[in-house]
């Protein structure tokens, strides 16, 4: 393992883009700043679809939800914990659906559910009326729900064995995604067809680095916050969604596999089924309380990388 001093950095690595994704596998919103809250970025993966049994639905067995474009104010994405705006809502659409409001502010107290389920976690959930039932019931064609998260009662904690003490919101499992432009120039070189950025639904999108630099960063800062590389990203079925079409293909898993699968990485056990392609991450001040005033990253920050280490070492 390598320890670099006051934050020297090889590389002259910056932030390209920050992407927040209000309601787990619908589209992102490309943002030029991004509120660093205790789950993540503020907004990101608040709310989740979920069937009849309180099961999440993602684009996995139903890729048209790709197609669903989110957006929120303004001046929501630009201040901090302020009082929301009188008004203000969630917005959706989609092919053939008339637009779909979710007020920020219900009006009325949410109908709790007990049994929200996403991979391994269960616990509580807050019920959008039913409008937002409706609506993605009759846009999927099958029983939908759309689920906020409780604030004050969700305590889904991220992997111990991988980051202990933090939380995550309805992400997959960590509360952020970090890829390089580099590592995707990489990829699409082995690809018939290069792809976007948004196949692979990173949180911090940076520049300025080597291929795959980032598998190694241990700790480094963006900013003026500390983040930590703590576990390599296992990619499925999503990658192979086209977001602006929802037809679903072979690559990039086909390709991934041949030079980003686990073996190809690192000896640990937990590597040797997938293929990966991105950093999750923590971030120090996502622990601290913050008294009104909130972390912050911005399209720009400079990243300083403190400490590297192997794959193998950075998951162990």
Request: hydrophobic share 40%.
């Amino acid at each position: 393992m390598e320890q670099r001093k006051g934050g020297e950095s090889a590389e002259e690595a910056r932030v390209k883009a920050l992407f927040i994704y209000p309601v787990k596998s619908c589209a992102g919103i490309s943002v030029s700043h991004a509120f660093i809250a205790s789950r993540g970025f503020q907004w990101d993966r608040q709310w989740v679809l979920v069937n009849e049994r309180g099961r999440f639905i993602t684009q996995r067995p139903e890729p048209k939800i790709a197609l669903v474009k989110v957006s929120l104010p303004p001046e929501v994405l630009h201040d901090s914990w302020g009082p929301l705006p009188k008004n203000a809502c969630l917005c959706f659409d989609a092919p053939g659906m008339q637009q779909l409001k979710v007020p920020l502010v219900p009006s009325a107290p949410l109908k709790k559910i007990d049994q929200v389920t996403v991979w391994e976690w269960s616990g509580p959930g807050l019920l959008e009326g039913p409008d937002a039932t409706r609506w993605f019931t009759e846009y999927l064609g099958k029983p939908a729900r759309l689920i906020r998260l409780d604030n004050g009662n969700m305590n889904r904690a991220t992997d111990p064995k991988y980051a202990a003490g933090f939380l995550t919101a309805f992400s997959d499992h960590f509360p952020f995604l970090m890829i390089s432009q580099a590592s995707l120039d990489a990829l699409n070189e082995r690809l018939p067809i290069p792809l976007p950025i948004n196949r692979f639904r990173p949180n911090i999108f940076i520049e300025g680095c080597e291929p795959f630099a980032e598998d190694t960063w241990d700790t480094f800062t963006i900013g003026k916050y500390t983040f930590h590389g703590v576990k390599l990203c296992p990619r499925c079925k999503i990658t192979t969604i086209d977001q602006s079409t929802a037809e679903v293909g072979e690559d990039p898993l086909v390709t991934l596999r041949t030079f980003r699968a686990g073996q190809h990485l690192s000896s640990l056990h937990d590597m040797r089924n997938g293929a990966f392609f991105g950093q999750n991450l923590t971030c120090d001040e996502s622990l601290l309380p913050h008294n009104g005033t909130h972390p912050i990253l911005r399209v720009g920050d400079a990243i300083h990388v403190e400490k590297i280490a192997t794959v193998t070492e950075i998951m162990s």
